[in-house]
């Protein structure tokens, strides 16, 4: 069965920092994953997805991914934190199911904090 | 732009009573979803569907029921609300019906008391 898995439930970085938010699956096919971020009490919103071909997905707000089938990771990186962005995010794997539709499964997110 | 609402961005209701949230899109998506978020347990799917009067349950569909009259309704209905019911609920829905990006509504935190 397919999954996903956060480390970190919490993380803080100092504005101008590299960010790394970890996440690994677990799938049986070939997956397609995506991450989407949450800021304080709106709904979640796409940053990124990886489907097929380049294993490097760049995303809105100058970050990107990068898919390790090796590794079975899709970890989340941005080179230099803003105070924005400040925001939960979640790592989702996407599951055919029964051919009707695809849902998605997600991690438990990670909260991000940036530090002035 | 794709634009999901929810009806009510804050609720409160009393055990037993029946509760129902509604979800309405306006991009002509034909597959619709019902979530809720909890801290620590992500985001966990309730019910979907992929058609008009069409529904499939997800993870966690006890003590739920959904209706889709309608392609751009969807309503997610708590039968006797339950005090373990108290959570944020989340509606988004896609276009395909392969791996394609879903649209969130901004959820609605049901209080059950």
């Known amino acids: 069965a397919q999954s996903v898995t956060q480390l970190g439930s919490h993380v803080s970085v100092s504005e101008g920092a590299l960010v790394l938010l970890r996440c690994n699956y677990s799938?049986?096919?070939?997956?397609?994953l995506f991450w989407y971020v949450q800021y304080p009490n709106q709904g979640l919103q796409l940053l990124l997805k990886y489907t097929t071909g380049a294993t490097l997905v760049k995303g809105i707000n100058g970050f990107e991914a990068e898919f390790k089938k090796s590794e079975t990771s899709f970890h989340l990186t941005k080179p230099s934190a803003h105070m924005s962005d400040a925001a939960e995010y979640f790592c989702a794997v996407s599951v055919g199911y029964g051919g009707a539709t695809n849902k998605l499964i997600f991690g438990t997110g990670t909260l991000l904090a940036v530090q002035p | 732009d794709v634009k999901v609402t929810q009806s009510s961005r804050y609720l409160v209701k009393r055990t037993g009573e029946k509760v129902f949230l509604e979800c309405v899109q306006d991009?002509?998506?034909?597959?619709m979803f019902w979530y809720r978020q909890d801290p620590g347990l992500g985001l966990r799917l309730i019910y979907f569907s992929y058609d008009v009067k069409m529904k499939e349950k997800g993870d966690i569909p006890e003590g739920y029921s959904v209706s889709r009259e309608k392609k751009e309704r969807f309503s997610l209905i708590l039968e006797s609300a339950s005090t373990n019911q108290t959570s944020m609920y989340l509606c988004?829905?896609?276009?395909?019906?392969?791996?394609?990006?879903?649209?969130f509504g901004p959820g609605t935190r049901l209080t059950v008391l």
């Open positions: 991009m002509d998506h034909e597959n």
């Open positions: 799938s049986s096919v070939p997956p397609y």
């Open positions: 988004a829905s896609s276009l395909l019906a392969g791996p394609d990006t879903q649209y």
